[in-house]
């Protein structure tokens, strides 16, 4: 099973960076799929996660109505659009696969892990 994150950088606060993850090795369509992140000195933390057929969308409440994640089931990909970003954004962000998972939110739901793509906001 590979995970593979794209799309980080850096950019100035209030910009925009599309994360995208590729995964292969899995029946990505039966997959709940989420990210999480972690900055320097903190624990990893949730940021988005979606159902497998995308019906059901979670955020954490520091990004909502900023980020929006999706997937596309035939590329075997999911997104994390990320609008109005800010320095407290900066973070390795990850992208995640569970078989099974109830509250979407939980690090131990998930089954597989990306290698991370690091995301740095600028003030």
């Known amino acids: 099973v590979q995970l593979i994150e794209t799309g980080g950088g850096l950019v100035q606060a209030g910009r925009s960076l599309r994360l995208s993850c590729s995964a292969s090795?899995?029946?990505?369509?039966?997959?709940?799929m989420g990210w999480f992140r972690q900055a320097p000195g903190k624990e990893r933390e949730f940021v988005a996660a979606m159902t497998w057929a995308g019906s059901i969308t979670t955020y954490a409440d520091s990004v909502k109505g900023r980020f929006t994640i999706s997937r596309d089931n035939a590329k075997n990909t999911l997104y994390l659009q990320m609008n109005s970003l800010e320095p407290e954004d900066t973070a390795v962000y990850y992208c995640?696969?569970?078989?099974?998972?109830?509250?979407?939110?939980?690090?131990?739901?998930?089954?597989?892990w990306g290698q991370g793509t690091q995301v740095t906001v600028s003030s």
């Open positions: 090795g899995i029946t990505f369509r039966t997959y709940y």
């Open positions: 995640s696969a569970g078989e099974r998972a109830t509250y979407l939110v939980r690090s131990d739901e998930y089954d597989y």
